[in-house]
């Protein structure tokens, strides 16, 4: 049993193909979606997409910087402003971006506002935690 999934960025399609499940990460907590789930539209927030193809040991890994999930009858949907390969992510311009998020929310009177501050940090969190997996994963 296997579901059609396409991840679309707003510059181009990731993936495109069926999967035996998907893990994705809603805004209140990761949804796992297999095959015949009910219909379904909610908010992502910025995290890990893993996408379980047949035949295949590994999981293919997207980083999404949020969006939105439609479940419908067959399709999962998967449309995020920002989504990248997890081979594709570089860790030390996450790092980087951690570290000016930190240093935007400690100084109050900055530049940057403090919300903006707070989903910088969470996507740079996210991006990091994307990579940790990779690294998990091929060990």
Known sequence: MTVHVDVVSAEQMLFSGIAEFVVVPAEMGEIGI??????????????????????????????????????????????????????????????????????AMKDRSGLMDFATAQAELAEAIAQIQAIEQLRKRSH
């Open 34 to 103: 297999y095959p015949h789930h009910a219909p379904l539209i909610t908010r992502m927030r910025p995290g890990s997409v893993r996408i379980k193809e047949p035949g295949k040991t590994n999981e293919e890994l997207i980083y999404v910087s949020g969006g939105v999930l439609e479940i419908q009858p067959g399709v999962i949907t998967i449309l995020s402003d920002t989504a990248v390969r997890g081979e594709d992510l570089d860790e030390s311009l996450a790092l980087a971006a951690k570290s000016r998020a930190e240093e």
